[in-house]
């Protein structure tokens, strides 16, 4: 996004423009990012050659998961439908990890006649499951175990995954445990060791204490794994301050890894390829006094993005148009919805704004959508991509009339 004349564009496209055409609140994508952030994520990692798995949750919209197929990345589901989706958008079987705390009979079942690469196995009583689906098909499983490194990823408590009070994953003790069971097993092939420690990581050190955690585990079980996930959770700037991962030491710290284990790197990227890639364009409805700070009602609510009032997530709001005038109070910008959490931000000093303004959220191209609702039965907004300065429709307005 760039200011022209004072005027916001995506992609070369007046923001206005559009939204006086589709009307607000519109998700607009930019394929021109998703693709760029593809090349720039495969080039952080040329050295390791990994499987890039695309986490569906961030976003399953279809025509986003066509376009991910078309840059050659397999695919990271956590239910039946994400499964579903991923192989109707193209997305080659053997390029597919199931992973999930709760997967149920009919989803391993189904996994396993679609013979996806592996299912990333939580506990023990899935690996047993699993195993009595396998004996009763008379098919062998691949599988994996994931291990829970107890490493703080340093982020959200919301979003962290990898330490012992969190529901993912085994504990060293029983990986170990399952790895000597899996040994004998006539139905599962294990194949992976899978590791997710959280999400929205920009620091290195998480990633490096899970690694030695790996590494010491990978020993004890004597056991050579043929892959090694993981995950994902490469956090994104939100707050426009050049705050990143560095992926050149992270690749780094991999290839120390794989110079004792030779092994193939999953990663489950998600928020890193699709976060930045989407605006949420909105208008101002009313701006309400307050005490102290003014309210700035928005036509875009909770229910269209959910990540502010589920964990405090913060994203950046911009104006359409750009002005020199501030307000003398703070703005909170809020949705419609009748829930106090029901706010986007806080902030100081933005400029002055006036009722049906345009305004942007910025980064919500992961965990937008995905997370959307039908709240207060209010309809999901419209999904368009912007192709090369022109516009596609990825998913229509809900009607009103669909939800009554």
Same mark, same amino acid.
């Given at each position: 996004?760039?200011?022209?004349?004072?005027?916001?564009?995506?992609?070369?496209?007046?923001?206005?423009?559009?939204?006086?055409?589709?009307?607000? !609140?519109?998700?607009?994508?930019?394929?021109?990012?998703?693709?760029?952030?593809? #090349? $720039?994520?495969?080039?952080?990692?040329?050295?390791?050659?990994?499987?890039?798995?695309?986490?569906?949750?961030?976003?399953?919209?279809?025509?986003?998961?066509?376009? %991910?197929?078309?840059?050659?990345?397999?695919?990271?589901?956590?239910?039946?439908?994400?499964?579903?989706?991923?192989?109707?958008?193209?997305?080659?079987?053997?390029?597919?990890?199931?992973?999930?705390?709760?997967?149920?009979?009919?989803?391993?079942?189904?996994? #396993?006649?679609?013979?996806?690469?592996?299912? $990333?196995?939580?506990?023990?009583?899935?690996?047993?499951?699993?195993?009595?689906?396998?004996?009763?098909? /008379?098919?062998?499983?691949?599988?994996? %175990?994931?291990?829970?490194?107890?490493?703080?990823?340093?982020?959200?408590?919301?979003?962290?995954?990898?330490?012992?009070?969190?529901?993912?994953?085994?504990?060293?003790?029983?990986?170990?445990?399952?790895? =000597?069971?899996?040994?004998?097993?006539?139905?599962?092939? @294990?194949?992976?060791?899978?590791v997710h420690i959280g999400s929205q990581i920009l620091r290195l050190k998480p990633y490096q204490d899970m690694l030695?955690?790996?590494?010491?585990?990978?020993?004890?079980?004597?056991?050579?794994?043929?892959?090694?996930?993981?995950?994902?959770?490469?956090?994104?700037?939100?707050?426009? $301050?050049?705050?990143?991962?560095?992926?050149?030491?992270?690749?780094?710290?991999?290839?120390?890894?794989?110079?004792?284990?030779?092994?193939?790197?999953?990663?489950? !990227?998600? +928020?890193?390829?699709?976060?930045?890639?989407?605006?949420?364009?909105?208008?101002?409805?009313?701006? /309400?006094?307050?005490?102290?700070?003014?309210?700035?009602?928005?036509?875009?609510?909770?229910?269209? @993005?959910?990540? !502010?009032? @589920?964990?405090?997530?913060?994203?950046? #709001?911009?104006?359409?148009?750009?002005?020199? =005038?501030?307000?003398?109070?703070?703005?909170?910008?809020?949705? !419609?919805?009748?829930?106090?959490?029901?706010?986007?931000?806080?902030?100081?000093?933005?400029?002055?704004?006036?009722?049906?303004?345009?305004?942007? %959220?910025?980064?919500?191209?992961?965990?937008?959508?995905?997370?959307?609702? $039908?709240?207060?039965? +209010?309809?999901?907004? #419209?999904? %368009?991509?912007? +192709?090369? =300065?022109?516009?596609?429709? @990825?998913?229509? +307005?809900?009607?009103? =009339?669909?939800?009554?």
């Amino acid at each position: 996004m760039i200011y022209k004349k004072n005027k916001l564009l995506i992609d070369g496209l007046d923001v206005s423009s559009l939204a006086r055409k589709f009307k607000t !609140p519109i998700y607009c994508y930019s394929l021109k990012k998703i693709n760029n952030n593809i #090349i $720039n994520f495969k080039n952080h990692f040329k050295k390791i050659n990994p499987l890039i798995c695309y986490a569906v949750k961030a976003n399953s919209n279809l025509g986003i998961l066509k376009e %991910i197929k078309k840059n050659d990345l397999g695919a990271d589901v956590v239910s039946i439908g994400e499964l579903m989706k991923a192989l109707k958008a193209g997305i080659k079987p053997q390029k597919i990890v199931f992973s999930g705390v709760g997967k149920t009979n009919a989803e391993i079942e189904y996994a #396993i006649r679609k013979n996806i690469l592996l299912i $990333n196995t939580e506990s023990k009583s899935e690996i047993l499951e699993i195993e009595k689906i396998a004996k009763t098909k /008379k098919k062998i499983v691949n599988i994996g %175990i994931r291990l829970n490194p107890n490493t703080d990823a340093q982020t959200l408590s919301q979003i962290s995954t990898g330490k012992k009070a969190n529901k993912f994953g085994v504990d060293q003790k029983i990986f170990l445990q399952l790895v =000597s069971y899996l040994k004998k097993s006539k139905y599962l092939n @294990l194949k992976c060791l899978s590791v997710h420690i959280g999400s929205q990581i920009l620091r290195l050190k998480p990633y490096q204490d899970m690694l030695k955690v790996i590494e010491k585990t990978i020993k004890k079980s004597n056991y050579k794994f043929e892959y090694i996930d993981l995950g994902g959770g490469m956090g994104i700037d939100y707050n426009h $301050n050049n705050s990143k991962l560095d992926f050149k030491k992270y690749s780094s710290s991999i290839k120390k890894i794989l110079k004792i284990n030779q092994c193939k790197i999953i990663f489950e !990227p998600g +928020r890193s390829i699709v976060a930045n890639t989407a605006i949420l364009i909105t208008k101002v409805i009313y701006i /309400k006094e307050g005490y102290k700070k003014d309210f700035v009602i928005l036509d875009a609510g909770m229910n269209d @993005l959910m990540r !502010p009032a @589920l964990y405090g997530a913060h994203h950046k #709001i911009k104006p359409y148009q750009k002005t020199k =005038s501030r307000s003398k109070k703070n703005y909170e910008f809020v949705g !419609p919805i009748c829930e106090s959490t029901d706010t986007f931000a806080n902030v100081k000093k933005f400029q002055k704004l006036n009722e049906k303004d345009f305004l942007v %959220i910025c980064d919500v191209g992961a965990y937008g959508t995905s997370l959307a609702s $039908n709240y207060n039965v +209010r309809p999901k907004p #419209i999904e %368009i991509l912007i +192709r090369r =300065s022109k516009i596609q429709i @990825l998913k229509k +307005r809900q009607k009103i =009339s669909e939800l009554i």
